[in-house]
Nanobody
């Protein structure tokens, strides 16, 4: 079991920077790939980024490529998402997730979720 708690959300102007963190408790965090998803009002949960548990390889959704950076620190049981050049369309609730058993881009294959943190980008 892994419990996940996000932090760092808030309001930012377009073009600004925001860093989200996710703290994990429980066992085996270092054995799991971890990811970030987001959900805007009235939309489904969208894949943002993931990082492997073993080689720290990363994958990004199209909206995140070149502007977002995912990282993890297994010694501290944390993962992070740095978001630069923010756009109003990035406004959403951001969720961290852990332990995927299928295609990483699908929310349904991730087993553990945080409660989410709101990010609002104003123009």
């Amino acid at each position: 079991q892994v419990q996940l708690v996000e932090s760092g959300g808030g309001s930012v102007q377009a073009g600004g920077f925001l860093r989200l963190s996710c703290a994990a408790s429980g066992t085996r965090f270092s054995d799991y790939s971890v990811a970030w998803f987001r959900q805007a009002p009235g939309k489904g949960r969208e894949f943002v980024a993931m990082i492997n548990w073993n080689d720290f390889g990363t994958r990004y959704g199209e909206s995140a490529k070149g502007r977002f950076t995912i990282a993890r620190n297994n010694a501290e049981n944390t993962e992070s998402l740095e978001m630069s050049s923010q756009k109003p369309e990035n406004t959403a609730v951001y969720y961290c997730a852990a332990y995927s058993t299928g295609r990483y881009g699908s929310a349904g294959v991730w087993h553990y979720w945080g409660q989410g943190t709101q990010v609002t980008v104003s123009s």
